[in-house]
Antibody, heavy 117, light 107 residues
Framework: QLQLQESGPGLVKPSETLSLTCTVS??????????WGWIRQPPGKGLEWIGS???????YYNPSLKSRVTISVDTSKNQFSLKLSSVTAADTAVYYC?????????WGQGTLVTVSS | DIQMTQSPSTLSASVGDRVTITCRAS??????LAWYQQKPGKAPKLLIY???SLESGVPSRFSGSGSGTEFTLTISSLQPDDFATYYC?????????FGQGTKVEIK
């Protein structure tokens, strides 16, 4: 059974860079035609797709966040990562990683990242 | 960018009720529409994909329909476990967008 697990700091200071890693187990991140994506959910609000990386390494970003987002993959560790720069309080959210094609079928449990000094 | 609009935002219903949630896309997305259920503190769970295909393991009381710009999620007989928030999600041209959500509450 495929499992995804987010990890990274739970507290980030304003103007700094948020960095999260998603570790995939139960399957290879590079062996099939899937996208690996990041989605976030501010407290009490809806879901927002941040961006995704294809197993080949191509990246796709939400236009509203594109200037601040970088997603990368480390196939040797079966991990993919998110970097979001110049964060503000508006970036406080639960961040999920997920496997997807047209739809998101496997999700991590989510990790809360708070932006505060 | 394609915008997804769900209605209603909140729905009050009783166990056994037939419930319908609507999702409208700002332009045609063919059948690239999925539905998710989310409970507090949990990750979303995929229910329906490609507008009307039931994800494995999801009860048959859930069904989806529509194409183009208008889609519906129907729960044929609401069960206690179904009180949750539901999201639609579209895929088009390497962009993925979620609706704002519909909370199904106990009446």
């Amino acid at each position: 059974q495929l499992q995804l697990q987010e990890s990274g700091p739970g507290l980030v200071k304003p103007s700094e860079t948020l960095s999260l890693t998603c570790t995939v187990s139960g399957g290879s991140i590079s062996s099939s035609s899937y996208y690996w994506g990041w989605i976030r959910q501010p407290p009490g609000k809806g879901l927002e797709w941040i961006g995704s990386i294809y197993y080949s390494g191509s990246t796709y970003y939400n236009p509203s966040l594109k200037s601040r987002v970088t997603i990368s993959v480390d196939t040797s560790k079966n991990q993919f990562s998110l970097k979001l720069s110049s964060v503000t309080a508006a970036d406080t959210a639960v961040y999920y990683c997920a496997r997807h094609g047209a739809q998101f079928d496997y999700w991590g449990q989510g990790t809360l990242v708070t932006v505060s000094s | 960018d394609i915008q997804m609009t769900q209605s209603p935002s909140t729905l009050s219903a009783s166990v056994g009720d037939r419930v319908t949630i609507t999702c409208r896309a700002s332009q045609s997305i063919s059948s690239w529409l999925a539905w998710y259920q989310q409970k507090p503190g949990k990750a979303p769970k995929l229910l329906i994909y490609k507008a009307s295909s039931l994800e494995s393991g999801v009860p048959s009381r859930f069904s989806g329909s529509g194409s183009g710009t208008e889609f519906t999620l129907t729960i044929s007989s609401l069960q206690p476990d179904d009180f949750a928030t539901y999201y639609c999600q579209q895929y088009n041209s390497y962009l993925w967008t979620f609706g704002q959500g519909t909370k199904v509450e106990i009446k």
